[in-house]
């Protein structure tokens, strides 16, 4: 089974990368991709670069180039719900646009309100990490650090976490056939504080995602 696992940046993949022996590693278009193979799953891991535009081009690249049978985002993200912590590990239960009407998506192509998760992947993802918290995630091309988007987000999409890549990534799988999840680690809370926080704990918060990763690999083997 090939198995893409993609970032917006090189450290949200770091951790994962000192755990295996790389077979191949490269640069495509500015963006970095690593190979390696655990028993039958061949896995291409490769970061995108931020935002939803450049998540969706390069998305399309891997897919057409290595033909992924399934597809994990991994990252750092803000938190907006109010019973969440920094570095809670966040499973994508579905993914959205939170700078998209609500009625546009769902009367123009590809026709959906929200992208839901490959139930076999999120069922098997949520056995391996029982401390996660399942929940949604929305994304679009700004880092939100105002309270009236935050609780606008939280309230309409029904979301917990914020970023800036999933909801292009899980469009551009959905149009592909390609099952997908999203796997998200809280780096800030969303709010007026969020750039400090983000600074401040993004080393640790890619770490723990990291690990939560490679806790879930380890079952492959």
Do not use: W
Request: overall charge negative; aromatic content about 8%; hydrophobic content about 40%.
């Amino acid at each position: 089974m090939k198995v893409a696992i993609v970032s917006a940046m090189s450290i949200e993949l770091e951790h994962i990368l000192h755990q295996y022996q790389l077979e191949t590693m490269g640069n495509k278009n500015q963006q970095l991709f690593y190979q390696f193979t655990v028993g039958e799953f061949e896995f291409t891991l490769a970061t995108t670069g931020i935002g939803k535009v450049n998540a969706a081009i390069h998305c399309q690249q891997l897919i057409h180039q290595y033909q992924p049978d399934v597809m994990v985002n991994i990252g750092i993200a803000g938190g907006i719900a109010s019973d969440v912590q920094l570095y809670d590990i966040i499973i994508g239960s579905h993914v959205t646009h939170h700078d998209v009407r609500l009625s546009q998506m769902k009367n123009t192509f590809p026709f959906q309100e929200q992208f839901k998760a490959n139930q076999p992947l999120y069922d098997f993802i949520k056995q391996q990490l029982p401390d996660a918290i399942p929940s949604g995630i929305a994304s679009g091309e700004s880092f939100i650090t105002d309270t009236a988007s935050h609780h606008r987000i939280q309230h309409e999409l029904n979301c917990t976490a914020v970023d800036m890549e999933a909801s292009a990534l899980a469009q551009t799988c959905f149009i592909n056939h390609v099952p997908f999840i999203s796997i998200k680690c809280l780096s800030d809370l969303a709010n007026s504080d969020a750039t400090t926080a983000y600074r401040i704990n993004e080393q640790e918060a890619c770490t723990r995602l990291g690990k939560a990763v490679c806790s879930v690999l380890d079952q492959l083997t």
